[in-house]
């Protein structure tokens, strides 16, 4: 039998702590409380489903995700003006997660508020992020920087709502 993820093993769920969406490439995130997550293309009025991302053409992720322990990880020992863009948007990910680990959800589908989402890949940092955010991000993000989220089953994703896992048979039938 597999082990559960830790995140499982808790009393509180995962849950979704923060939405950032960007209309246009390099524009500066926006805060939400809520969003539609449109099936094969990625968050209503974000940049990435409306086709108009920085790495559209080459490495383009529908939805990326990054947990707040990796955030605050990234954020120790850093200058305050460098913690304060990490906690308002500037890491450029779309959801922040409490409770759970990107490193958790590998090979999974599951689902967020009335989505489904499939887990696709890791989402390193980039040049690109200091050119638009300030030097120093992507060396504080490191190899803890996100994964990239395929949208499965559209639907409404909120601030608050919790990470649900699915088995193989449910999300074998959601695909």
């Known amino acids: 039998m597999t082990p559960l993820p830790g995140f499982l093993r808790r009393r509180r769920p995962a849950t979704v702590s923060a939405i950032y969406l960007s209309a246009e490439a390099s524009q500066a995130m926006q805060a939400v409380d809520s969003v539609e997550a449109l099936a094969g293309q990625g968050l209503a ?3 990435y489903a409306e086709r108009r991302g920085f790495w559209q053409a080459t490495d383009a992720c529908q939805v990326t995700l990054i947990g707040a322990d990796d955030l ?3 954020a120790r020992g ?3 003006g460098l913690r304060d863009k990490l906690d308002s948007g500037h890491h450029r990910r779309n959801l922040v997660v409490e409770g759970i680990k990107g490193r958790d959800l590998e090979g999974r589908t599951f689902r967020i508020g009335e989505a489904v989402f499939a887990y696709q890949k890791p ?3 980039c040049g690109h992020l200091d050119q638009i955010e300030g030097a120093g991000l992507c060396k504080a993000l490191g190899r803890h920087s996100g994964i990239c989220l395929r949208v499965v089953e559209g639907g ?3 601030v608050g709502d919790t990470i649900v896992l699915l088995s193989e048979s449910e999300a074998a039938s959601e695909i």
């Open 45 to 47: 009025g974000d940049r």
């Open 72 to 74: 605050h990880r990234a």
């Open 78 to 80: 850093r200058p305050q």
């Open 123 to 125: 989402r390193p940092p």
């Open 156 to 158: 409404m994703v909120r």
